[in-house]
């Protein structure tokens, strides 16, 4: 093989690689040997002579040299096989070497070489094309910093030289390959249409192509292309390559195979090449893709359909406003999947998430579902056919025998109780609609108690767990009188431990949310009840017994004290023997206990079982947990109760309580940076995505949990102590001002404001009362000119009603405390904020506005901000 004149005079040493790019993924080395090479001696690897005369960097030259300058393509064609595979060690470590100092010092012209040596190849070699190819593929797409800047990653010679391969290669799999390629390489850190026009040209002209293969090779390498490249830089129009999608749809001769590719790609046409002003121009893609999707769902062709709705519910996510025009034909289409039994569940259930993804979508998602005459009616007789057509769970284990025929009608009973679960979860306005409970509380306690298949029993507790905790109180207060007989009793349901371990959720649930006078009558019968549970073997049920305890203690408040000496040697006894077997979640568990019954019975009942609790505590603070742990959350929340319950007899504890309370506070390790985002698991909970404007980040919640506990219990402890806090005020204060804007959790940003005027009045009383050395700036001036700053700063930004109006009214407190510490900039700052929040909801009073856009308790709060807004400027 000849190099060209040009690429010889190219032969200089040029260090690095193209700029950084994904990490290719180079061909498993279990491919069959070329057979054409088999013979062949390798020539790479030095007779052992000669290296004893020769450095390494010269053999390694001159073997480049060889590869280089050969007038054929034998050393090439034997450095490829010895990559790819090599008869030892020793060989793939001097290929290795070799193709380091090729990429190293030869990038360029290694790159023609093989570009030339693919060309070159005949039919016949068709394998060492494909290696060929990975070489470069590998060597064009590590992750190295490189000669080429990214504005001209690649010089016109190269471009050139893969669109020939683009046009000329025949072998679909190897254009696969190049797809890929091209695909990753082209758009990384690059203005695609800038930096590589000819190649948006290449797929526009092979858009229009006869042949059907290069058709379908174009629109799938566009799909690829669209998300990196924008409008402005197109060297087509947008309207032409629209024309050419439409003429693909249009078209007689194209195949269903090729048309699921162009819906693919209009969906993404849409979503990243359009906008409010002129989407409604595009419409026809919308109508393509629907029906494309009732075709698939003909033919069954589960993978397509899941393809494709998988796309049309990031569009519903990102822009649901494109789906407007033909909002009735396109959700009627995907609920169709949900009826269609034949398909597979997971194609039922990708269609479900792109429903929910469009009713979570809170401004233009619902109104659309609510304007719609059709969807909603059609969504909700779809799900519960979806729940009336479950199959029946071979792990609940109930003898058929043993029941009457009824029993086995038992998925339409589940799917109407799991309904009114649903409705209590979601529907706002239920509260307002209390003459249609005694109908749904009814059906659910007589399922409780009467039901003869356990799945439907399960269902029903999980619907008494829904309505305890979305319609608190009045749930409670109307029907405790039946509910708590039945969920005593499916608390005995020993043949079905599910059924079981659901009771305990739903009381704890509905205690959590009972006052003492509800819980007194029964008070007796459940303590009886969860102290013999305490004594079992079981340890699932010993750990929800003890959430329905704390949940007890802390409801029953003062009238558990009776109980509180029967009930603490089991807690300590479990405590102590869950801290030797080392089961964290049981001493979670019991740690919560304790000091939730601690809150109720104060402090004057508790003096004899601190001190080997707080043992414990200090115990496990010493040791190394895991950022999974939940006794981490825990620990910080037994602090903080044990403040709130000690009160200033607490002040011995707090060298040990308030650091650690801290260093949660100002953890900064809860955003993770995955290397394949692709690959991230969110399954577990453990992370899960949040999308912040144009960012995606990936959360850890175990940790963002234990920051949002600790500043919680910083609050608690500062709200308790007072002056008593002392030398920690300004620390504490400090980490939950920059609590202020935190994006990411609402309870941290509504805390912290909430806490700013409990921490300027317990600086001002410890100066008063000698507990805070004076220096040249008063410690209570300074968190002054540093809390009512963050305040105002913080409420330009706080888009949420509730939080505004508690920055607000901590806003008020705190201006009363510090006088005048605003100086003249941040003052017009001030007034600029406040006139910014007025007008922002001057729209309130809008009655006809507010029902398009805000569900009536948003509206109330959103009132109360705009009444305390215009309050705060007449007194102020």
Known sequence: MSLPLLLRAKLRSTPGNPSSAINWSPPPISRLRPPSLGSQKSPLLPPQRQSYLSSTRDYLRSKAMEILESPDTLPLSCFIEELNFPETSTDLMHAQNLLNYLENNYLASFCFCLISFYNTCGSEFKNCKEYAFDILCLILTQDKEGPWKETSFLDKEIKSAILYLLNTESSIKILNKIRHFVAKFATKEVRLGNDWPELLEFVYESLDSVSEEKVKYAVSLLYKLIPHCAVEDLVISLDSIYDSLVDIFDSDDTSLEVQVEAVLTSNRFLLYWTNRSNHDRYSVLMIEIVETISTLVEHKSDKDVQAIVKELTVLAKEKPWTLSSQFDYVVLS???????????????????????ALAEERVEGQQMLLGSQRAIPNIFEKILLLLANLKDDSEWEWDRECYPESAFDWRSRHAAVLSLAIVAERCSNLKESKHSWNQMAGRIIRSVNEDTHPCVRWTALYAIKQFSKHLKPEFQDQYHEQVLPALTKAMDDFNYPRVQVQAYSALYEFTSNCTSSILNPYLKEIVTKLLKDLRGEKHMIKGETLKVLSAIAYSSQDQFSEYYGAVMPYLKVIMMTA???????????????????????????????????????????????????PMRCQLLQAWARLGKCLGQEFKPYMSVAIPRLLKSAKTGSYVLIPENPDNVDESDGSIRALILGERKIWIRTKVLEEKVAACKGLYLLADELKE?????????????????????????????????????????????????????????????????????????????????AIILDSLEECMKMSGPVLDEDQTDLFLKKIMNVLNSRSKVGDIGVIKQTLQEEEHQEEQKVYDKVCSFVIFN
Do not use: Y
């Open 724 to 804: 008593g806090l002392s030398v920690w005020i300004e620390e504490v204060a400090q980490t939950l001002v920059s609590g202020l804007n935190f994006e990411l959790s609402e309870e941290i940003r509504s805390v912290a404001a909430s806490a700013m005027p409990v921490l300027l009045k317990s600086s001002k009383e410890a100066i008063q009362n000698g507990n805070l050395e004076l220096f040249d700036e008063s410690p209570f001036e300074k968190l002054c000119s540093d809390a009512v700053p963050a305040l105002v700063k913080a409420l330009g930004k706080e888009a949420l009603p509730k939080i505004a």
């Open 579 to 629: 801290k030797t077997e080392l089961d964290h979640n049981l001493i979670a568990n019991s740690v919560d206990c304790i000091t939730m019954a601690w809150m109720a019975v104060g402090k004057e009942k508790i003096r004899d079982d601190i001190d080997m609790v707080v043992k414990m505590l200090i115990s496990l603070q010493r040791s190394e947990l895991e950022a999974n742990d």
């Open 334 to 356: 995907v609920i169709r999947i949900l009826g269609e039994v034949e398909l597979q569940d997971k194609t039922r259930i990708i269609a479900l998430e792109f429903v929910i």
